[in-house]
């Protein structure tokens, strides 16, 4: 074990989840304060936080493709095309069955919710108002 490189690991998936925290937080109190494009932004910057954690949590467990998973990760349209499942189908279907095992959950509940989260995030990075702003405000559970 690398403790250098468990040590970058953990600040950085500690900086990510309180961040992702944080943005969600502020994202409720600006919808409960009817602040709706701001709720959205931060709403919108919790839930890509956080879905970056998740893809970069797999990275660091799975280890063999740290490239493809950094790049998707690192990228707003990438992220969200790779869990609507329009990008990179077999390394998607390696992080669904990555996810199921840790959440006990069947493979297809985890395939639509991170396909709803995808979505959710397209829609509220274009700022349409097809998806309402509650729909950023209730967690999606793994």
Not at 84 to 92: H, N, T, Y
Not at 93 to 109: A, G, P, V
Not at 112 to 137: D, F, M, N, Q, V
């Amino acid at each position: 074990m690398n403790l250098w490189k468990e040590a970058e690991w953990s600040e950085m998936l500690f900086s990510y989840l309180t961040a992702g925290w944080y943005d969600w937080t502020v994202s409720e109190h600006l919808y409960k304060n009817n602040t709706h494009c701001w709720s959205v932004t931060t709403g919108y910057y919790s839930h890509y936080i956080l879905s970056a954690a998740l893809l970069q949590l797999y990275r660091f467990e799975d280890g063999t493709r740290p490239y493809p998973l950094k790049r998707i990760a690192s990228s707003h349209s990438k992220l969200c095309s790779f869990l609507k499942g329009d990008l990179e189908l077999k390394l998607r279907d390696e992080f669904i069955d990555y996810l199921q095992s840790k959440s006990q959950q069947k493979d297809e509940n985890i395939s639509k919710k991170l396909e709803e989260l995808g979505h959710a995030l397209y829609y509220a990075r274009k700022r349409e108002s097809r998806i309402p702003t509650k729909s950023l405000l209730s967690p999606i559970k793994l």
